[in-house]
């Protein structure tokens, strides 16, 4: 059974899991990683093989090196098909490769097929599309939050590559990395609750009252395109089809009206409950729990409520 390349970014991610889940239909599943390797949790969801690049070519430049790297091992193991999450650095690395290749690409699928027939949301997730490549191997970008992971333990043999790079893909050096801090709150595109803000919410200061829920919740912030291109949250916490997309156990609307472009980032999400004192809000078609009502009632009662049962 030839092998389906699944490319790691740094550290073991929950794109990372769904990506192995997805490459088991499509072959005997090999993870390559850059820099330090999880291989026992690779292992976990169905690696029998665990790529290992590392040292200062990988470490001291941006993307190129990876590609390099990646088109070396798709040209020795021949591999069915190649897998890279659909981050800006994944996309990044994938674009390279499909040119070093000569070959097609195919970015922000939902599924792939034992064929390398891809699935992919299109038009905000209103219309979906097949999609396979017609030159080369399918090389796919998988969106996150498209499947559940689930776990089937393999080997994860675990083998370090030899990285020999061009000058040519040392032209972009890193020369400094800084640690974003993160809080207490899970990530957003990780998290099992999110509690969203839209432009309802109507300032910055009152996100304070999101924050508040979703704390209660253990889950992450995250906010609608109005209420970040109105200055009430960080850009980073965007969810919908120009942020990020989510897919949590539990998604709470506060405040949003649910237009399409925030629907394709959330829409998956297991339950979703909404607030919005608009009765003919767009989000209540979508949403499995509504509540008609000003926020700035209803949000104080349910965190009271909360209170009392833990």
């Known amino acids: 059974m030839a092998e389906v390349l699944v490319v790691v970014e740094a550290g073991v991610k929950k794109v990372t899991l769904e990506m192995l889940t997805i490459a088991r239909g499509l072959g005997s599943v090999s993870a390559v990683v850059f820099g330090q390797a999880d291989a026992g949790k690779l292992a976990e969801y ?3 093989k665990v790529y290992v690049a590392s040292g200062e ?18 040209a020795r193991v021949q591999p069915a098909a190649v897998l890279l999450a659909s981050t800006q ?4 690395i994938a674009g390279r490769l499909a040119v070093k290749l000569d070959n097609g690409l195919l970015t922000d699928a939902v599924a792939v ?8 949301a299109i038009f905000a997730g209103s219309a979906t599309v097949k999609s396979r490549v017609t030159r080369g191997l399918p090389i796919v970008t998988i969106r996150p939050n498209s499947v559940t992971p689930q776990p089937a333990a393999a080997a994860g043999a675990v083998e370090q590559l030899t990285v020999a790079v061009a000058e040519a893909d040392k032209l972009a050096k890193v020369v400094q990395r800084v640690a974003e801090a993160k809080g207490s709150r899970p990530e957003l595109t990780e998290a099992s609750v999110v509690v969203s803000g839209g432009r309802g919410v109507a300032s910055a200061d009152n996100f304070k009252l999101v924050e508040e829920l979703a704390d209660l919740l253990g889950g992450a912030v995250g906010a609608s395109r109005a209420a970040v291109d109105s200055g009430f949250y960080p850009h980073q916490f965007q969810v919908g089809q120009t942020g990020k997309t989510v897919s949590p156990q539990l998604y709470v609307a506060l405040g949003i009206s649910g237009a ?9 999400s297991k339950t979703i409950v909404a607030v919005n004192k ?3 809000a767009p989000i209540f078609e979508l949403a499995d729990y509504g509540v008609v009502g000003d926020l700035f009632k209803v949000v104080p009662q349910a965190a009271e409520e909360i209170r009392k049962r833990k």
Do not use: N
Request: proline share 4%; glycine share 12%; hydrophobic share 35%.
């Open 46 to 48: 169905g690696a029998e």
């Open 57 to 74: 070519e990988v470490d001291s430049y941006l993307v190129a090196p990876k590609a390099t790297v990646v088109a070396g091992l798709v």
């Open 89 to 92: 650095e994944g996309k990044e």
């Open 113 to 120: 097929d034992a064929d390398g027939t891809a699935t992919q």
């Open 260 to 268: 399409i472009q925030h629907r394709a980032g959330m829409q998956t």
């Open 278 to 280: 608009d009765p003919e």
